[in-house]
Protein backbone atom coordinates (compact mmCIF):
# COMPACT_ATOMS: atom_id res chain seq x y z
CA UNK A 1 0.00 0.00 0.00
CA UNK A 2 2.24 2.39 1.11
CA UNK A 3 5.05 2.07 -2.30
CA UNK A 4 1.59 2.31 -4.25
CA UNK A 5 0.87 5.66 -2.41
CA UNK A 6 4.64 6.45 -3.21
CA UNK A 7 4.23 6.03 -6.88
CA UNK A 8 1.12 8.05 -7.15
CA UNK A 9 3.17 10.92 -5.15
CA UNK A 10 5.95 10.58 -8.16
CA UNK A 11 3.39 10.78 -11.08
CA UNK A 12 2.02 13.45 -9.92
CA UNK A 13 5.04 15.25 -9.52
CA UNK A 14 6.25 14.54 -13.00
CA UNK A 15 3.19 16.22 -14.18
CA UNK A 16 3.15 19.12 -12.01
CA UNK A 17 7.08 19.85 -13.43
CA UNK A 18 5.64 19.35 -17.06
CA UNK A 19 2.74 21.97 -17.00
CA UNK A 20 4.99 24.33 -15.62
CA UNK A 21 7.61 23.85 -18.12
CA UNK A 22 4.94 23.85 -20.84
CA UNK A 23 3.54 27.23 -19.58
CA UNK A 24 7.16 29.20 -20.70
CA UNK A 25 6.16 28.41 -23.92
CA UNK A 26 3.62 30.32 -24.29
CA UNK A 27 4.46 33.74 -27.16
CA UNK A 28 3.43 37.71 -26.91
CA UNK A 29 1.06 38.95 -28.91
CA UNK A 30 3.67 41.27 -30.51
CA UNK A 31 5.21 37.82 -32.30
CA UNK A 32 8.90 38.23 -31.15
CA UNK A 33 11.06 35.42 -30.55
CA UNK A 34 11.05 34.08 -26.96
CA UNK A 35 14.19 35.10 -25.06
CA UNK A 36 16.05 34.28 -21.87
CA UNK A 37 14.12 35.60 -18.88
CA UNK A 38 16.37 36.30 -16.08
CA UNK A 39 16.62 34.62 -12.60
CA UNK A 40 13.20 34.07 -12.22
CA UNK A 41 12.82 31.87 -15.59
CA UNK A 42 9.98 33.70 -16.57
CA UNK A 43 10.64 34.74 -20.14
CA UNK A 44 11.51 38.52 -21.67
CA UNK A 45 8.94 40.34 -22.16
CA UNK A 46 8.68 43.96 -23.14
CA UNK A 47 5.45 45.87 -24.14
CA UNK A 48 5.65 49.33 -25.61
CA UNK A 49 2.92 51.77 -25.86
CA UNK A 50 2.95 54.62 -28.15
CA UNK A 51 1.41 58.10 -28.04
CA UNK A 52 -0.19 58.63 -31.87
CA UNK A 53 -0.06 58.64 -34.92
CA UNK A 54 -0.80 62.43 -35.67
CA UNK A 55 1.41 64.65 -33.72
CA UNK A 56 4.56 63.17 -35.38
CA UNK A 57 4.74 60.83 -38.31
CA UNK A 58 7.88 59.60 -36.34
CA UNK A 59 5.86 57.26 -33.57
CA UNK A 60 4.45 54.99 -36.50
CA UNK A 61 7.30 55.02 -39.46
CA UNK A 62 10.12 54.57 -37.19
CA UNK A 63 9.86 54.27 -33.93
CA UNK A 64 7.84 50.96 -34.38
CA UNK A 65 9.82 49.56 -36.61
CA UNK A 66 13.42 50.31 -34.80
CA UNK A 67 11.95 48.96 -31.86
CA UNK A 68 10.38 46.10 -33.28
CA UNK A 69 13.63 44.84 -34.69
CA UNK A 70 16.22 45.68 -31.90
CA UNK A 71 13.61 43.29 -29.79
CA UNK A 72 13.48 40.51 -32.71
CA UNK A 73 17.41 40.67 -33.24
CA UNK A 74 17.68 40.00 -29.25
CA UNK A 75 14.89 37.23 -29.47
CA UNK A 76 12.77 39.27 -26.83
CA UNK A 77 9.40 38.65 -27.01
CA UNK A 78 7.34 41.97 -27.85
CA UNK A 79 3.83 44.04 -27.97
CA UNK A 80 3.98 47.72 -29.33
CA UNK A 81 0.50 49.09 -29.46
CA UNK A 82 -0.49 52.49 -30.54
CA UNK A 83 -2.60 54.64 -28.17
CA UNK A 84 -4.10 57.04 -30.96
CA UNK A 85 -4.38 60.39 -28.26
CA UNK A 86 -6.84 58.42 -26.43
CA UNK A 87 -5.73 58.57 -22.78
CA UNK A 88 -8.34 55.89 -21.98
CA UNK A 89 -7.14 53.50 -24.50
CA UNK A 90 -3.79 54.09 -23.18
CA UNK A 91 -4.59 52.94 -19.77
CA UNK A 92 -6.08 50.10 -21.11
CA UNK A 93 -3.68 48.93 -23.21
CA UNK A 94 -1.30 49.01 -20.04
CA UNK A 95 -3.59 47.46 -17.99
CA UNK A 96 -3.74 44.40 -21.10
CA UNK A 97 0.09 44.08 -21.24
CA UNK A 98 0.54 43.64 -17.50
CA UNK A 99 -1.68 40.96 -17.23
CA UNK A 100 -0.23 39.53 -20.78
CA UNK A 101 3.39 38.79 -18.47
CA UNK A 102 5.50 41.68 -19.85
CA UNK A 103 7.89 42.13 -17.33
CA UNK A 104 9.33 45.74 -18.75
CA UNK A 105 6.65 48.46 -20.04
CA UNK A 106 8.07 50.96 -22.09
CA UNK A 107 5.42 53.92 -22.36
CA UNK A 108 5.50 57.60 -24.33
CA UNK A 109 2.95 59.13 -22.58
CA UNK A 110 -0.20 61.06 -23.70
CA UNK A 111 0.04 63.44 -19.84
CA UNK A 112 1.87 62.97 -17.12
CA UNK A 113 -1.27 62.93 -15.03
CA UNK A 114 -2.58 59.43 -16.74
CA UNK A 115 0.80 58.33 -17.35
CA UNK A 116 1.16 58.26 -13.87
CA UNK A 117 -1.42 56.29 -13.15
CA UNK A 118 0.02 53.87 -15.34
CA UNK A 119 3.54 53.49 -13.59
CA UNK A 120 2.16 53.05 -10.59
CA UNK A 121 -0.05 50.00 -11.59
CA UNK A 122 2.89 48.38 -13.39
CA UNK A 123 4.89 49.27 -10.18
CA UNK A 124 2.50 47.61 -7.88
CA UNK A 125 2.86 44.37 -10.08
CA UNK A 126 6.87 44.50 -9.82
CA UNK A 127 7.11 45.84 -13.81
CA UNK A 128 9.64 48.13 -14.12
CA UNK A 129 8.97 51.19 -16.57
CA UNK A 130 10.86 53.62 -19.29
CA UNK A 131 9.65 56.87 -20.16
CA UNK A 132 10.22 57.21 -23.56
CA UNK A 133 11.31 60.73 -25.12
CA UNK A 134 8.63 61.92 -22.85
CA UNK A 135 8.94 62.51 -19.11
CA UNK A 136 6.71 61.86 -17.19
CA UNK A 137 6.30 63.97 -13.91
CA UNK A 138 5.95 62.87 -10.68
CA UNK A 139 5.76 59.37 -12.23
CA UNK A 140 8.63 58.00 -10.82
CA UNK A 141 9.65 55.91 -13.98
CA UNK A 142 13.14 53.29 -13.81
CA UNK A 143 14.68 54.66 -16.43
CA UNK A 144 14.08 57.78 -19.02
CA UNK A 145 15.44 57.96 -23.06
CA UNK A 146 15.10 60.61 -24.92
CA UNK A 147 17.28 63.67 -26.56
CA UNK A 148 18.47 66.78 -24.47
CA UNK A 149 15.09 68.77 -24.87
CA UNK A 150 16.46 71.95 -24.12
CA UNK A 151 19.53 71.25 -26.55
CA UNK A 152 16.82 70.18 -29.35
CA UNK A 153 14.53 73.86 -28.42
CA UNK A 154 17.98 75.72 -28.53
CA UNK A 155 18.98 74.60 -32.29
CA UNK A 156 15.67 75.35 -32.90
CA UNK A 157 16.23 79.12 -31.92
CA UNK A 158 19.27 79.36 -32.65
CA UNK A 159 18.57 78.16 -36.08
CA UNK A 160 15.89 81.01 -36.23
CA UNK A 161 17.85 83.83 -35.32
CA UNK A 162 20.58 82.71 -38.00
CA UNK A 163 18.03 82.88 -40.62
CA UNK A 164 16.41 86.18 -39.30
CA UNK A 165 20.28 88.01 -39.35
CA UNK A 166 20.15 86.58 -42.46
CA UNK A 167 17.23 88.47 -43.64
CA UNK A 168 18.82 91.58 -42.26
CA UNK A 169 16.43 91.62 -39.35
CA UNK A 170 18.72 91.80 -36.09
CA UNK A 171 15.84 92.66 -33.71
CA UNK A 172 12.39 92.42 -34.26
CA UNK A 173 8.69 90.56 -32.96
CA UNK A 174 8.87 86.66 -33.14
CA UNK A 175 6.15 84.52 -32.81
CA UNK A 176 5.91 80.99 -30.81
CA UNK A 177 4.14 78.32 -31.64
CA UNK A 178 4.68 75.52 -28.85
CA UNK A 179 3.86 72.07 -28.26
CA UNK A 180 1.35 70.41 -25.98
CA UNK A 181 1.18 72.24 -22.69
CA UNK A 182 0.69 68.98 -21.12
CA UNK A 183 3.62 67.62 -22.84
CA UNK A 184 7.01 68.06 -20.72
CA UNK A 185 8.79 67.87 -23.86
CA UNK A 186 7.18 70.90 -25.17
CA UNK A 187 8.11 72.90 -22.13
CA UNK A 188 12.27 72.55 -22.55
CA UNK A 189 11.80 72.83 -26.24
CA UNK A 190 10.44 76.12 -25.69
CA UNK A 191 12.80 76.65 -22.80
CA UNK A 192 15.57 76.37 -25.49
CA UNK A 193 14.89 78.64 -28.18
CA UNK A 194 12.68 81.02 -26.20
CA UNK A 195 15.99 81.70 -24.79
CA UNK A 196 17.96 81.79 -27.56
CA UNK A 197 15.83 84.19 -29.43
CA UNK A 198 15.85 86.38 -26.55
CA UNK A 199 19.33 86.74 -26.01
CA UNK A 200 19.89 87.26 -29.50
CA UNK A 201 18.31 90.77 -29.10
CA UNK A 202 14.56 89.91 -30.62
CA UNK A 203 11.09 90.40 -28.86
CA UNK A 204 8.15 87.57 -28.08
CA UNK A 205 5.04 89.49 -29.63
CA UNK A 206 3.12 86.12 -29.68
CA UNK A 207 3.44 82.85 -27.63
CA UNK A 208 0.56 80.17 -27.40
CA UNK A 209 0.38 76.14 -27.17
CA UNK A 210 -1.37 73.82 -29.42
CA UNK A 211 -3.16 70.92 -27.51
CA UNK A 212 -1.83 67.63 -28.30
CA UNK A 213 0.40 68.91 -30.74
CA UNK A 214 -2.60 68.94 -33.45
CA UNK A 215 -1.31 70.84 -36.66
CA UNK A 216 -5.28 71.07 -37.44
CA UNK A 217 -5.32 73.68 -34.52
CA UNK A 218 -2.18 74.98 -35.19
CA UNK A 219 -3.66 76.70 -38.10
CA UNK A 220 -5.93 78.30 -36.28
CA UNK A 221 -4.04 79.17 -33.91
CA UNK A 222 -1.48 80.91 -36.07
CA UNK A 223 -3.81 82.25 -38.24
CA UNK A 224 -5.55 84.49 -35.38
CA UNK A 225 -2.23 85.30 -34.32
CA UNK A 226 -0.93 86.46 -37.51
CA UNK A 227 -3.75 88.58 -37.93
CA UNK A 228 -3.66 90.48 -34.90
CA UNK A 229 -0.25 90.63 -35.78
CA UNK A 230 -1.02 92.37 -39.01
CA UNK A 231 1.51 89.52 -40.35
CA UNK A 232 4.42 91.62 -38.32
CA UNK A 233 7.18 88.98 -37.22
CA UNK A 234 10.71 88.46 -38.63
CA UNK A 235 10.27 84.79 -37.73
CA UNK A 236 8.05 81.88 -36.20
CA UNK A 237 9.33 79.57 -33.70
CA UNK A 238 7.39 76.74 -34.42
CA UNK A 239 7.87 73.74 -32.25
CA UNK A 240 8.13 70.61 -34.78
CA UNK A 241 7.71 70.08 -38.39
CA UNK A 242 4.03 69.44 -38.08
CA UNK A 243 3.80 73.15 -36.53
CA UNK A 244 5.85 74.11 -38.77
CA UNK A 245 3.90 73.03 -42.24
CA UNK A 246 0.76 74.31 -40.05
CA UNK A 247 2.38 77.96 -40.13
CA UNK A 248 4.10 77.72 -43.97
CA UNK A 249 0.03 76.95 -44.79
CA UNK A 250 -0.56 80.65 -43.42
CA UNK A 251 1.95 82.53 -44.61
CA UNK A 252 1.30 80.76 -48.16
CA UNK A 253 -2.12 81.68 -48.27
CA UNK A 254 -0.81 85.41 -47.51
CA UNK A 255 2.22 85.92 -49.36
CA UNK A 256 4.76 85.57 -46.88
CA UNK A 257 6.03 82.17 -47.60
CA UNK A 258 9.89 82.08 -47.88
CA UNK A 259 9.95 85.78 -46.38
CA UNK A 260 9.26 85.09 -42.56
CA UNK A 261 11.55 82.41 -41.47
CA UNK A 262 9.99 79.19 -39.45
CA UNK A 263 11.06 75.91 -37.78
CA UNK A 264 10.42 72.67 -36.75
CA UNK A 265 11.76 69.54 -35.58
CA UNK A 266 11.98 65.83 -36.11
CA UNK A 267 12.90 66.04 -39.54
CA UNK A 268 9.57 65.02 -41.31
CA UNK A 269 9.88 64.41 -45.24
CA UNK A 270 7.44 67.41 -45.44
CA UNK A 271 9.29 69.27 -42.76
CA UNK A 272 13.10 68.69 -44.67
CA UNK A 273 11.20 69.59 -48.13
CA UNK A 274 10.44 72.93 -47.17
CA UNK A 275 14.17 73.32 -45.56
CA UNK A 276 15.15 72.35 -49.09
CA UNK A 277 13.09 74.91 -50.87
CA UNK A 278 13.59 77.66 -48.24
CA UNK A 279 10.06 77.95 -47.01
CA UNK A 280 11.91 76.50 -43.69
CA UNK A 281 14.64 77.69 -41.92
CA UNK A 282 15.78 74.85 -40.49
CA UNK A 283 14.11 71.58 -38.47
CA UNK A 284 16.25 69.30 -35.43
CA UNK A 285 17.19 65.94 -36.43
CA UNK A 286 16.76 63.33 -33.65
CA UNK A 287 18.43 60.38 -35.01
CA UNK A 288 15.33 58.25 -33.67
CA UNK A 289 17.16 54.69 -34.67
CA UNK A 290 20.25 55.75 -31.75
CA UNK A 291 16.99 56.37 -29.34
CA UNK A 292 15.20 53.51 -29.72
CA UNK A 293 18.68 51.33 -30.18
CA UNK A 294 19.44 52.75 -26.48
CA UNK A 295 15.41 52.45 -25.32
CA UNK A 296 15.61 48.82 -26.66
CA UNK A 297 19.19 48.06 -25.09
CA UNK A 298 17.75 48.95 -21.39
CA UNK A 299 14.35 47.13 -22.06
CA UNK A 300 16.05 43.90 -22.96
CA UNK A 301 18.68 44.21 -19.88
CA UNK A 302 15.92 44.79 -17.80
CA UNK A 303 13.66 42.38 -18.99
CA UNK A 304 16.40 39.47 -18.96
CA UNK A 305 16.59 40.74 -14.83
CA UNK A 306 20.30 42.33 -15.49
CA UNK A 307 19.70 45.45 -13.55
CA UNK A 308 23.37 46.61 -13.49
CA UNK A 309 23.88 46.46 -17.15
CA UNK A 310 20.95 48.32 -17.15
CA UNK A 311 22.02 51.15 -15.00
CA UNK A 312 25.63 50.70 -16.78
CA UNK A 313 23.52 52.43 -19.89
CA UNK A 314 21.63 54.94 -18.12
CA UNK A 315 24.72 57.12 -16.95
CA UNK A 316 22.89 60.42 -17.07
CA UNK A 317 19.94 61.64 -15.04
CA UNK A 318 17.46 64.51 -15.79
CA UNK A 319 15.86 66.13 -12.72
CA UNK A 320 11.93 65.81 -12.43
CA UNK A 321 10.58 69.22 -11.06
CA UNK A 322 7.44 67.83 -9.22
CA UNK A 323 8.63 65.09 -7.79
CA UNK A 324 11.77 66.38 -6.42
CA UNK A 325 13.96 63.07 -8.06
CA UNK A 326 16.59 62.38 -10.19
CA UNK A 327 15.51 59.93 -13.09
CA UNK A 328 18.19 57.72 -14.52
CA UNK A 329 18.60 58.58 -18.18
CA UNK A 330 20.16 57.96 -21.44
CA UNK A 331 20.33 61.64 -23.10
CA UNK A 332 21.26 62.03 -26.89
CA UNK A 333 22.38 64.96 -28.78
CA UNK A 334 20.45 65.93 -31.65
CA UNK A 335 21.15 67.84 -35.09
CA UNK A 336 20.42 71.18 -36.69
CA UNK A 337 19.53 70.41 -40.18
CA UNK A 338 19.62 73.08 -43.04
CA UNK A 339 19.71 73.00 -46.88
CA UNK A 340 23.64 72.29 -46.83
CA UNK A 341 23.52 69.22 -44.79
CA UNK A 342 20.09 67.74 -45.41
CA UNK A 343 22.23 64.91 -46.77
CA UNK A 344 23.25 63.91 -43.34
CA UNK A 345 20.08 62.71 -42.62
CA UNK A 346 19.37 60.78 -45.86
CA UNK A 347 22.91 59.19 -45.08
CA UNK A 348 21.67 58.39 -41.56
CA UNK A 349 19.40 56.06 -43.47
CA UNK A 350 15.96 58.22 -41.94
CA UNK A 351 14.63 59.13 -45.46
CA UNK A 352 16.09 58.72 -49.03
CA UNK A 353 16.60 60.89 -51.55
CA UNK A 354 14.13 59.67 -53.38
CA UNK A 355 11.25 60.16 -51.15
CA UNK A 356 12.56 64.11 -50.85
CA UNK A 357 13.45 64.75 -54.20
CA UNK A 358 9.42 63.99 -55.98
CA UNK A 359 9.16 67.63 -57.69
CA UNK A 360 10.70 69.51 -60.04
CA UNK A 361 10.86 72.35 -57.98
CA UNK A 362 12.75 69.96 -55.22
CA UNK A 363 14.77 68.12 -57.42
CA UNK A 364 16.21 71.48 -58.64
CA UNK A 365 16.78 72.37 -55.06
CA UNK A 366 18.61 68.52 -54.00
CA UNK A 367 20.64 68.80 -56.90
CA UNK A 368 21.63 72.42 -55.73
CA UNK A 369 22.13 71.14 -52.46
CA UNK A 370 23.93 67.79 -53.00
CA UNK A 371 21.15 65.45 -52.10
CA UNK A 372 21.19 62.24 -53.70
Given at each position: ????????????????????????????????????????????????????????????????????????????????????????????????????????????????????????????????????????????????????????????????????????????????????????????????????????????????????????????????????????????????????????????????????????????????????????????????????????????????????????????????PESGKDVKSVLLHPLAVYADN???????????????????????????????
Amino acid sequence: MLQRILALLTVLALAGTVAACGGNDESSSGGGSSGGGGDSGTKAKVGVILPDAQSSPRWENADRKYLGEAFKAAGVDYEIQNANNDKAKFATIADQMINSGVNVLMIVNLDSPSAATVIKKAHDQGVPVIDYDRLTLNGGADYYVSFDNVEVGSKIGEGLVKCMQGNGDKSGPVALLNGSPDDNNATLFKQGYEKAIKDAGYSIAADQAVPQWDPTRAGTIFEQMYTKANGDFVGVAAANDSLGGAVDAVLKRNGDAGKIPTTGQDASTEGLQRVLTGDQCVTVYKAVKKEADAASKLAIDMAKGDKAAADALATGSVHDPESGKDVKSVLLHPLAVYADNVQAVVDDGYVSASDLCTTSALKKACQEHGVS
